[in-house]
Structures are given as structure tokens and as C-alpha cells.
């Protein structure tokens, strides 16, 4: 009755691991693709490393701590 129990417990915990960590793959494989690989098909993986979308590593490295300080200035 324990390895029911156990067995049970563990296939609950790997549905909820898959639960949670499917939107971060999701997230993830759009955010490398381009706009037209996505509306075509959005279940399928990149084609290419597509890094064009990342428009905020192109601002100046101030830009960036500042509003990263500014987020944490209203967060606390």
C-alpha cells in the first residue's frame, strides 16, 4: 500500500513539474523565433537562433541599471 502511495506521489509531482515549467519552455522557444515563424507555426521549435528581438541588450548598460533600480526602488 506504501508503493501505491509513493507512486502516486511521485507521478502527481512530475504532472506538476511539467505544469510549471511548460510556460518557461514556451517562453523560451518564442522568444528566439522570428515574427513570421511564429504566426506560421507556433507549436514548432526556432529554425535558426534568431537574437534580433533582444532590443533591450542594445540599450547602453546605464539604461539598464537604472531601470533595473528603479523597479527595485518600487518594489521595496
Known amino acids: 500500500m ?3 502511495r509513493t ?3 511521485r507521478i ?3 504532472l506538476f513539474t511539467i505544469i510549471f515549467l511548460y510556460p518557461l519552455f514556451w517562453n523560451l522557444m ?5 515574427n513570421a515563424e ?3 507555426d507556433p507549436y514548432a521549435l526556432p529554425v535558426s537562433l534568431n537574437l534580433n ?3 533591450c541588450l542594445k540599450k547602453p548598460v546605464f539604461m539598464r541599471v ?5 523597479s527595485l526602488l518600487i518594489t521595496n
Do not use: G
Open 7 to 9: 507512486w502516486c506521489i
Open 2 to 4: 506504501k508503493t501505491v
Open 66 to 70: 537604472s531601470a533595473i533600480s528603479i
Open 12 to 14: 502527481l509531482m512530475i
Open 53 to 55: 528581438k533582444s532590443s
Open 30 to 34: 518564442s522568444a528566439f523565433k522570428t
Open 38 to 40: 511564429y504566426l506560421t
